[in-house]
């Protein structure tokens, strides 16, 4: 919970700031996120996942983005998606924003030749992000965000789990 309002009080200053607010639309993009596994009960692992996103900005607080990410460290597949909503604050030099939301996912363990088990992963996902245009359409981001801040879900028990990191992508703005 303190991660939460860390991440709003740290952005919401960026986003009054950054002022005009005229670019909306369509985007999607991809990118790369390097990211920290954290289980409440110890223990935690180091992932590098690829993703691709898409949204919708209809104005300087509404706009909505989705994303889905794949990876694989250790005989564990990971496969995610996230939905959010997103307010983004844009000038001539940077864009900022806000993310807040929740992911859906499950880890598929490779557990013998011929077996595979799956954990159910979700949880509410919020982030903060700078962005700086390289053309009229194309974006290049940098972020922070807790991917996922909630529960796994493996043979009928719950452990508390924290994904977090920061990740670099682009987006192209139709």
């Given at each position: 919970m303190k991660n939460w309002l860390f991440a709003l009080?740290?952005?919401?200053?960026?986003v009054v700031v950054a002022g005009d607010n005229t670019t909306g639309g369509f985007y999607l993009g991809g990118g790369a996120a390097d990211l920290k596994m954290r289980f409440d009960e110890g223990g935690s692992s180091d992932w590098t996942i690829g993703e691709i996103l898409g949204g919708y900005k209809h104005n300087a607080?509404?706009?909505?983005?989705?994303?889905?990410?794949?990876?694989?460290?250790?005989?564990?597949?990971?496969?995610?998606s996230s939905i959010y909503y997103r307010t983004e604050s844009t000038n001539d030099t940077a864009k900022t924003y806000l993310l807040f939301g929740y992911t859906f996912g499950q880890a598929m363990l490779d557990?013998?030749?011929?077996?595979?088990?799956?954990?159910?992963?979700?949880?509410?996902s919020y982030g903060a992000g700078v962005g700086f245009p390289v053309t009229n359409s194309l974006n290049f981001n940098l972020e922070y965000r807790m991917v996922?801040?909630?529960?796994?879900?493996?043979?009928?028990?719950?452990?508390?789990?924290?994904?977090?990191?920061?990740?670099?992508?682009?987006?192209?703005?139709?």
């Open positions: 009080l740290m952005g919401m200053p960026a607080f509404v706009g909505g983005e989705a994303r889905l990410g794949y990876g694989s460290e250790n005989g564990v597949d990971l496969v995610y557990v013998g030749p011929g077996q595979d088990d799956t954990m159910s992963l979700n949880g509410f996922l801040d909630g529960d796994v879900k493996y043979e009928d028990e719950s452990l508390g789990l924290e994904f977090s990191g920061v990740s670099v992508n682009v987006d192209y703005r139709f």
